[in-house]
DNA sequence: CTAGGGTTAG
């Protein structure tokens, strides 16, 4: 009813109006972008050809209605075939193949923008978004240093500027903006964002207190979730109450909020996420899809599971994140049934819906059902592929893991930090210092050396390799390692046989140790003959002076420790003694500093107890029969080294080599 | 008609 009125409306406005109307046009014009920005193409166009006299603006707005809907050969052609152009034109057809962030269409940006008759401002601020987008920061930087300077507007800067800090450039962001002749709140805020980004929060609270413009709720929003993110929950909670002091306290920002509540999530902040969820159902905020997510999110973090689905079901306009962050909050929950349920159910489903039901099934060990989920999703994006990858890595299928990895590299999907963390993992585990170096190289090539999860992987990878040093070497470059680069380093240390090392190292701590730090210094220990200083570890350990509790591996070390020392009734005693059950590694290393040291009674008995435990286990089930048939007795008999040569091990490791032994080629970010 | 900040899920 509504269209065939619009349409009479139009017919009776084609006959009546002459050449001259212009109104009429500029009415048109108007509804072709509107049309172009609501995606609809087939409504644009079917004005478009209707007009009878068509302006360079008309023409202008159907090219970008085109581009928009990803018609990029009819939005050029209405470009070739316009009558005049304008820079507007110009910068419009720029415009739409720098959206396309791909490296052939900025090329054609490119060339246009050095074929256009004439340029201002906006044509050179495009054109560097263009090649900002593209990660081309040599010619984006040639570019503003090619723009007259009078046109090097805030709006030109900040481009590039921002380019700078969202490719971790600080160096060359600062420049930028203190280069500036006029900034505006944009450069400001982006500038206190771009440092949070990267981490460095008190330079962007020198910046947030010394700016000379007034802050808006960008400003407000990028420190407070600066804070957040970077581990001060207090002082963004303490600056989102000053911001509502300071600033007009009626409305408030959904964005800030959001924020927030994702905060209260990843911090478990049950106290003030549940306040915080209070204040924005009173403020009427709840209708906001986004600040919905985040309650949604948040509650799924806290494994209140039943107040995530409150909060979906009440969100008027669902989009794909709120499902996702239900589904999401199922499989934290191990409820994988339900979270596929919710899956299936989802009417639209983008990569990470699919990502988050892989993850599901991994978490179970599913393995068959990941593969068969990645085959159905129709893009594979990094994170997909790292998903896959872990959760193969997870089943111990090391070769496996690094042929999806090289099928990864062919398809040119860029792996992330987390992709190269876990490939790490892998070469570590395979014993491949090949395999390491080329992740390495790949690490250098896409700027990660920087990154702490990439760190602690490489000084883990190295020291599993024997190059402690390189490891050590790695692990010096850490600006703020944690408990995790230590541990590694310790445990590198130790399986390395440098003993006193680990140990300085482990007295250097500037963290709280966890179990890992333990086991990793017991290890060492035991690998140095440490016996003295083992059993100080163990018994500072016990005293819960740091609130770790012993376990089996711990006990698998100390008796590795006494063992190897000879103390062999001192190890018997110690897992006679032990208040958690021994596993099977307890009486491994029994059994193996038996086998050291020929106690055939003790060996025989750690044997026996490791195939109560494991019936299949090959060193126990050697050992019982070697003392059986063969051995009389006799000592430094070497047993226990052939059943160690691991023929599975072996064989997987070479398998690893045979995949990646095409070179790893990543291009460049 | 063409241009620049923040917030949610893997």
Known sequence: MIVNFRLLVLRRSFSTSGAGDRSFVVHCNQRITRYGRIGNVVEAERLFNRMPEKSIVTHTAM??????????????????????????????????????RNISDVEEAHRLFLNMPERNPLSY????????????????????????????????????????????????????????????VVSWSSMVDGY?????????????????????EFTWCSMVDGYMKNGFFDDGLLLFLQMRKETS????????????????GSTFRLKEGRQIHGCALRLGLDRDTYLGNSIIGMYSKFGWIREARKAFDALGNKDVVSWNSLISGYVQLGMVDEAQQLFDEAETKDSVSWTVMLTGFASKGLIDECIRLFDAMTEHDDVAWTALISAILNRGHYGEAVHRFVDMIRKEVVPNSSTLSCMLCAAAGLVSLRLGQQLHAVVCKLRMESDLSVQNSLVSMYSKNGAVDEARRIFLRISAPNIVSYNAMIAGFGRNGRGEEAVDLFSQLRHPPNEVTFLGVLSACAHAGLVEE?????????????????????????????????????????????????????????LGAAGMHSNRDLAELAAARILELEPDNAVAAFAVKRYRDVMKGQPGCSWIDSVENRTSFRRQHTEGERVYSNSIQVKEK
Do not use: Q
């Open 249 to 264: 306290a009626t409305k408030l920002e959904p964005a800030i909020v959001t924020a927030i509540l994702e905060s209260c």
């Open 125 to 184: 601020t495009v054109m560097m978004m263009g090649f900002v987008d593209a990660s081309n920061f040599d010619e984006a930087g040639t570019l503003y240093v090619a723009t007259p300077v009078e046109w090097r507007d805030p709006f030109c800067s900040n481009v590039l500027m921002k380019g700078y800090l969202k490719s971790g450039r600080l160096e060359e962001a600062v420049r930028i903006f203190e280069g500036m002749k006029e900034k505006n």
């Open 196 to 216: 949070c980004k990267n981490g460095k929060v008190t330079e962007a609270r020198e910046l947030f207190d010394a700016m000379n413009v007034v802050r808006n």
């Open 534 to 590: 083992g059993r100080r570890y163990f018994e500072s350990m016990k005293s819960s002076a740091f609130g770790v509790e012993a376990n089996a591996d711990h006990y698998a070390a100390m008796v590795d420790l006494l063992g190897k020392a000879g103390l062999l009734e001192e190890a018997a005693e110690l897992i006679r003694t032990m208040p958690v059950e021994p596993h099977s590694g307890v009486w491994g290393a029994l």
């Open 63 to 100: 090219l970008t209605a085109y581009a928009e809907g990803g018609h990029m050969d009819r939005a050029r052609k209405v470009f070739d075939e316009m009558p005049r152009r304008n820079v507007a034109a110009w910068n419009a057809m720029i415009t739409a193949y720098v959206r396309r």
